[in-house]
């Protein structure tokens, strides 16, 4: 609990009840270790390995602390494996030293019995890119998921089981083993245990699991076990629900989940809830001996259709969100955070769950395309002080004297190895706007300071500070800095540390010395310094840009000391790459868009990343180091005091070629043969089961639910005949499917309409009353529902609870008085395209026939254009062929935009050399823009652009499609080969 001048603060009202009854575990807990300290290790193992054990503060690898910062990634979300790579890439250069995978069930299984783990779904080129990035893997294989993603994750397959999912039963264990075993495969060589090592450190059991069978728990844990899964394994919780701490199923460490901000992007400035130190009083009573650990915490959002945008989450989860919620975790003792999601990347396909659309963005420190953020920026800066300050890994929690205390909330932590002291500070009102000032008594070996001395502490709006005392550096004494720490090294002959905060805030940064004769500080007039006592002190503003303080014997043995004092946005572009790992070596450099890595060869050191314009640099570097380059090119450097070094990387702009697609040569076909009467359906699957294991009670036999014939995704097509007779007034079909979601109906190739889902009658027809009348009607689904509740709602039907025909009495036969038929995609489960796999196409006509593939003979197709100057009714397919340039050296990522002004509703899909890229919905949005991944995308040739437009009212013209970039970066991005592709030629 936080008492501030003996008044329970608002902050921590709501945990009051727990923590009463709790004592106030965590000064309690703090306080017995004090007194049981002394000679004891408390370091846990589960008995497998002693490469990865813990206490209660950390894990420890090999012995050493380490706090895992780790973000979550989805290999099945970029289909482009050589993109991997880049992406991990940049999660090491924010310093992330750790990567979550979610291994998702449905993506490598179509069919009961049958695995696919090449190409795009090779997970063991995930586990290489990394280890070669040098991040630890969190392996969470399931078997549920959840992610935004259909069924949970859960294969489709599943879907037909009568048996209840995520239970002890003999059908599903039967299922999920089968699963398991497949996914161990690759799991169990990874593991850091193995001879050669690897990249898996832990491995989660189930996921979010809130069904309370404790068997089926450990029955997964036993699983893992059986196949050879040595490394400690974890359960992430719903929340803080206290579900299997300990007891039958219980992980060998527990955490939870939690998302504060919420998901309601259309408010970006409210959060859903306060910082507050709910997560230290709940880990205080619930599994004390383990670290704290946050399996999940919100890292974004997602959005669903007819949402904002991902640019208003980006706007609600930004780097103030990250400032104030990831800095309250830390002053709260957590010491594994997994961020969800550091990259979210793209559903494509059929891979969503309805609650999201195409883009799963998230609003991620990392976009879509790949590009860097502000709040990526931010977690650098968070993440590079977690790896370098070690005092912080393992500390208590104590009550700091501040004031401003109905303003104000400052958690303290001190360290259980060191003397030094830490203060946490963020607004009580998380949210709040205002500028408020404040002090805070500190306690050090030097003696007490309230500080600032002689300056003012502000939280400047959104903001929270980590703030340093009584810390022992490289050579150096901090006695207090008022100012954030970045990083410090030892670069040889002297040290160096760069603190920041907001341009124009004070700032103080207070070192030991060994007398005033022995200092010389040089600086500009900017900075003011005071002697006393031993004690220098540095007081000064910061500034738009990076203030050198250089200190002359500050240090032990009279050792130099170099203060880069930085403002915010200059703070930003501060990259401390690692250089040698076992010695936690760094250097530093200041100014590109991007830093991947460091490398040192005899006097040099080569830089590799990125920039996307003509760069300003400032490096640090030993006496030793005379060059460097970038890129694999010497940049030319000026060599200022201190060994400061400043140079200039310049921006060539390349040529980017690529067509323009108003003035491409579009071909043009109509998609809808299946709503003539007289189309041949022959071949479609008979509907005619009487039974069905969905969740969905169907109202009339036979059941039409598409899942039950085999048809998992995309568009359904549906055709029912039936005579006709003087009594049939007209039919009625009730629709359901997910959010978003639309159904089209004709009758003897009229159309009748286009609807969300739900219930429709259909009267006043023109019914052959004497003979064969044709129903079509055509479902675009949005995938199926998720499990999060253990209560089999991915099982929920898409298709038809209802069809009945209108004027007939009870006592005629209304459930066999039409004869159904369904089509979905080509083979259902038997894929016809099993490289791109189950998601990938539905059951529209062009789809079944190839349409959409590079190399299918369209020139007698219409010649068209985009846009269209007419409405079409029924399916359109159009197709074009573009060429994209990206010159060698440059990250050009790509994308086709939607601009058009059709009042009638439609939908579209989006398909690139035969991958689909996108699902549109002009009236509902709010995704217009697709990202094209490179790889799928041939950045130096011919490409094959395949739309289909569906118009949910009568008909429909498309708008404009634009291809352009996202933007242009000079970049040393890994080589991306291009993905295996198959044509129509292959198909056939």
């Known amino acids: 609990m936080v008492f501030v001048k003996g008044v329970l603060t608002s902050i921590s009202l709501a945990i009051a009840a727990v923590a009463s009854v709790a004592a106030r575990p965590a000064q309690l807990k703090f306080e017995k270790r004090q007194e049981d300290q002394q000679g004891i290790d408390d370091t846990s193992d589960n008995g497998l390995t002693e490469r990865v054990t813990w206490d209660s503060y950390t894990l420890k690898l090999d012995g050493e602390r380490v706090f895992l910062f780790s973000g979550e990634f989805h290999y099945f979300r970029l289909p482009s494996p050589d993109l991997w790579t880049d ?87 039967a299922n999920r083993k089968e699963w398991l075993t497949e996914i161990n495969k690759f799991l169990v060589p990874n593991q850091i245990t193995n001879k050669k090592g690897g990249p898996i450190i832990l491995n989660q059991l189930e996921n979010e699991y809130t069904g309370h069978d404790a068997e089926y728990m450990e029955a997964i844990k036993q699983k893992f076990l059986a196949d050879g899964i040595e490394v400690p394994s974890i359960f992430n919780d719903k929340g803080m629900n206290n579900y299997f701490v300990n007891g039958t199923g219980a992980p060998d460490i527990y955490g939870f989940d939690k998302y504060p901000a919420g998901f309601d992007c259309s408010n970006p400035k409210k959060w859903a809830t306060n910082a507050s130190t709910e997560y230290m009083d709940y880990y205080a009573i619930t599994n004390p001996e383990q670290p704290s650990a946050l399996w999940e915490f919100q890292g974004g959002a997602f959005d669903p259709w007819n949402g904002p945008g991902y640019s208003a989450c980006r706007q609600m989860v930004n780097e103030q969100y990250a400032k104030i919620y990831y800095k309250s975790n830390y002053g709260q003792g957590v010491r594994i955070q997994n961020h969800y999601m550091t990259y979210g990347g793209i559903s494509w396909g059929g891979l969503a769950t309805p609650s999201v659309y195409t883009s799963y963005d998230y609003g991620a420190p990392i976009s879509e395309p790949g590009l860097m953020t502000t709040k990526a920026y931010e977690v650098k800066l968070q993440a590079t002080f977690l790896h370098t300050v070690k005092p912080f890994l393992a500390t208590e929690y104590f009550e700091p004297k501040i004031d401003n205390s109905d303003n104000i909330l400052v958690l303290g932590r001190a360290s259980i190895e060191a003397p030094t002291k830490f203060y946490v500070a963020h607004h009580l009102n998380t949210p709040s706007d205002n500028l408020d000032e404040f002090h805070v008594t500190v306690n050090t070996t030097d003696g007490f300071f309230n500080i600032p001395k002689s300056s003012k502490l502000v939280l400047n709006g959104r903001d929270a500070k980590v703030l340093v005392a009584d810390y022992d550096f490289e050579s150096q004494h901090l006695v207090y800095s008022t100012s954030e720490i970045f990083t410090h090294q030892d670069v040889g002959s002297y040290d160096v540390i760069v603190v920041y905060a907001y341009e124009k805030e004070e700032g103080e940064f207070v070192i030991k010395t ?84 460091a490398y040192v060869s005899r006097s040099s050191v080569a830089f590799t ?39 200039t990387l310049k921006f060539t702009e390349p040529e980017v070629k690529y067509t323009d697609l108003t003035k491409a040569k579009w071909k043009y076909s109509p998609g809808s043969p299946e709503t003539d009467s007289d189309f041949d359906d022959s071949e479609w699957t008979t509907a005619d089961r009487l039974t069905t294991n969905s969740v969905t009670t169907s109202d009339t036999l036979p059941i039409l639910y598409a899942d039950d014939y085999g048809y998992h ?117 038997d894929l016809a395209d099993p490289v791109r796999g189950a998601y990938n196409e539905g059951g529209l006509y062009g789809e079944r026939y190839g349409w959409h593939l590079p190399g ?28 994209v340039d990206i010159p060698e050296g440059y990250d050009v990522p790509m994308s086709l935009r939607y601009v058009d002004e059709t009042k009638t509703r439609y939908r579209s899909l989006l398909f690139l050399n035969g991958w689909q890229l996108g699902r549109y919905a002009n009236d509902l949005g709010p995704q217009t823009q697709f990202y094209l991944p490179r790889g799928i995308l041939n950045t130096s040739g011919l490409n094959t652009l395949a739309v289909a437009v569906i118009p949910i009212d009568e008909a429909a013209q498309i708008g404009k499609l634009i291809l352009e970039p996202y933007k242009v970066l000079q970049s040393a991005i890994p080589s991306v080969d291009s993905v295996e592709s198959p044509s129509y030629q292959d198909r056939q």
């Open 87 to 173: 992406i991990l890439q940049k999660f090491r250069a924010l310093d992330y030293n750790g990567v979550s995978f979610y291994f998702n069930w449905g993506y490598h299984s179509p069919k009961k019995g049958v695995y696919n783990f090449d190409g795009v779904r090779d997970v063991q080129k995930a586990f290489d890119a990394a280890e070669e990035a040098d991040l630890y893997v969190i392996s969470r294989a399931g078997p549920y998921i959840n992610a935004e993603t259909d069924c949970g994750g859960f294969p489709s397959w599943l879907m037909d089981m009568r048996s209840p999912a995520r239970y002890s039963n003999e059908e599903y264990n």
């Open 514 to 597: 060994g007398g005033k004769r022995n200092v010389k500080v040089e600086t500009n007039d900017s900075v003011t310094s005071e002697f006393s006592d031993g004690v220098l002190q540095l007081t000064y503003t910061h500034p738009n840009g990076t203030t050198p303080v250089y200190i002359s014997g500050a240090g032990k043995k009279n050792k130099d000391l170099l203060v880069l004092i930085s403002g915010y946005e200059t703070a930003l572009l501060w990259w401390a790459p690692v250089i040698d790992k076992k010695k936690d070596t760094r250097v530093l450099i200041n100014g590109p868009y991007l830093v991947r890595s």
């Open 609 to 647: 990343g990125d920039i996307d314009q003509t760069t300003d640099i400032q490096v640090i570097l030993p006496r030793a180091i005379t060059s460097i380059t970038w890129n694999g090119k010497k940049v030319k450097l000026h060599k200022g005091d201190h060994s400061i070094w400043t140079g």
């Open 713 to 829: 995704t995309g568009s359904i097509w549906f055709r029912g005949t039936f005579n006709g007779s003087s009594e049939i007034t007209g039919f009625n079909l009730t629709c359901i499917s997910g959010a978003a979601s639309a159904w089209m109906v004709w009758l003897n190739g009229e159309y009748l309409g286009g609807f969300d889902v739900g219930s429709q009658e259909f009267r006043n027809l023109d019914i052959n009353i004497k003979g064969k009348n044709v129903i079509s009607a055509l479902l675009w689904t949005t995938g199926h529902e998720e499990d999060g509740g253990s209560n089999d709602a991915y099982k929920t039907a898409r298709g038809f609870t209802s069809a009945k025909l209108l004027g007939l009495n009870d006592d005629q036969n209304q459930t066999a008085s039409i004869d159904w038929k369904i089509q979905g995609n080509l083979g259902g489960e």
């Open 856 to 883: 299918f003979p369209d020139s007698k197709w219409e010649d068209a254009s985009i846009p269209e100057e007419k409405s079409r009714t029924g399916v359109s397919w159009y197709r074009t062929t573009f060429d």
